[in-house]
């Protein structure tokens, strides 16, 4: 909401002529910040790379508030393949305020873990999605995570080696 005053000035010459040139101009404008507007700043998981049988992974979502008004968010985890979903911070609400002066109020940061039911061998894609502004408004970001195969089993064969006997000694 603040008026700002813009002075520009500009000299130049006539390649031609060589005659300088001098113009000016201003205007006034005011800067208006949005109501509503959030942003995943960062969102990373750890580990990225789960070894066989571990699914259990801590996900780190920073959120900033870059509006003019306090948002009360909802954070979800969602594999981007099978489209199940993980809502984290307990359900409840994660409020980001918007008190500029103070870093801890308009940067909130969730770090939840998840025990991933639904991770295939390989990349899988988790999309981090904050629902705000009552639900309207939306932001995202992916994530990967790869969980290693557990790789088949070959069975071992045993191998018995038999001397001959000679049954026909005298």
């Given at each position: 909401g603040d008026n700002f005053y813009v002075l520009a000035e500009v000299t130049a010459n006539n390649e031609?002529?060589?005659y300088a040139f001098y113009a000016q101009d201003s205007d006034d404008f005011e800067a208006k910040v949005p109501d509503s507007a959030l942003d995943i700043t960062r969102a990373?998981?750890?580990?990225?790379?789960l070894a066989c049988g571990t699914n259990r992974v801590k996900f780190n979502i920073e959120l900033?508030?870059?509006g003019?008004?306090?948002?009360?968010?909802q954070v979800f985890v969602r594999n981007a393949a099978t489209a199940k979903e993980y809502q984290l911070n307990n359900g409840d609400d994660v409020e980001v305020d918007d008190d500029f002066s103070d870093e801890d109020a308009f940067i909130q940061v969730v770090d939840e873990y998840v025990t991933l039911t639904d991770a295939k061998s390989g990349s899988?894609?988790?999309t981090v999605v904050a629902y705000y502004d009552d639900g309207d408004k939306t932001v995202s970001k992916d994530v990967?995570?790869?969980q290693e195969s557990c790789g088949a089993t070959v069975p071992t064969t045993s191998t018995t080696t038999t001397t001959p006997t000679n049954n026909n000694v005298p």
């Open positions: 031609e002529t060589g990373t998981a750890s580990p990225a790379i900033t508030n870059l003019d008004s306090a948002e009360d968010v899988n894609t988790y990967t995570v790869t």
